[in-house]
T-cell receptor, first 115, second 110 residues
Framework: DGGITQSPKYLFRKEGQNVTLSCEQN?????MYWYRQDPGQGLRLIYY???????QKGDIAEGYSVSREKKESFPLTVTSAQKNPTAFYLC??????????????FGDGTRLSIL | GQQLNQSPQSMFIQEGEDVSMNCTSS?????WLWYKQDPGEGPVLLIA?????ELTSNGRLTAQFGITRKDSFLNISASIPSDVGIYFC??????????FGQGTRLTINP
């Protein structure tokens, strides 16, 4: 089945640790995105990538890093510089080459908690 | 960053009632999207709107792209228990980035 796969579903981080969240898509989408969701709030954009080997900061990029070495994969690293990392992280992807404003489709999220 | 003003924040209704929620912005958007999110899962796209004034239906759901391009609404008719969840509006200004509302949490009493 085509879709977006995020792993793990739940992740725990110790103070001072970096952790990496995985996002893989087999939809042949060009663009990929990472969002953070806090309880009772909407989604806030962390980073996005419209093409392999290129990515841009979103609204809350501080304390996070990404890479886009393959079209299918867009891992997010939550670094120790992110002081409040506990949140639900969502990955999304969309087509960009053909028509603008194509909807983004989401994975099922990774819930990150601090130990 | 920008945000959309989504209302109401929560709704408590009886099964079978109709539901209406809306999103407004001070900025113009070229695309409006409506998503539904169940607990512990990612948002699922319900309806996409691409043209000012456009009215689009998906089963019992109807959404409209406001004529000023600064607002959108979503209606759900004859609600059923599986409609429970959080509904998000999202707008795009054409650069592949989305701005999200804060969500409307729908609770249905059987």
């Amino acid at each position: 089945d085509g879709g977006i796969t995020q792993s793990p579903k739940y992740l725990f981080r110790k103070e001072g640790q970096n952790v990496t969240l995985s996002c893989e898509q087999n939809l042949n989408h060009d663009a990929m995105y990472w969002y953070r969701q806090d309880p009772g709030q909407g989604l806030r954009l962390i980073y996005y990538s419209q093409i392999v080997n290129d990515f841009q900061k979103g609204d809350i990029a501080e304390g996070y890093s990404v890479s886009r070495e393959k079209k299918e994969s867009f891992p997010l690293t939550v670094t120790s510089a992110q002081k409040n990392p506990t949140a639900f992280y969502l990955c999304a992807s969309s087509i960009t080459r053909l028509v603008q404003n194509q909807p983004q489709h989401f994975g099922d999220g990774t819930r990150l908690s601090i130990l | 960053g920008q945000q959309l003003n989504q209302s109401p924040q929560s709704m408590f209704i009886q099964e079978g009632e109709d539901v209406s929620m809306n999103c407004t912005s001070s900025s113009i958007f070229n695309t409006w999207l409506w998503y539904k999110q169940d607990p512990g899962e990612g948002p699922v796209l319900l309806i996409a709107l691409y043209k000012a004034g456009e009215l689009t239906s998906n089963g019992r759901l109807t959404a409209q792209f406001g004529i000023t391009r600064k607002d959108s609404f979503l209606n759900i008719s004859a609600s059923i228990p599986s409609d429970v969840g959080i509904y998000f509006c999202a707008g795009s200004q054409g650069a592949q980035k989305l701005v999200f509302g804060q969500g409307t949490r729908l609770t249905i009493n059987p």
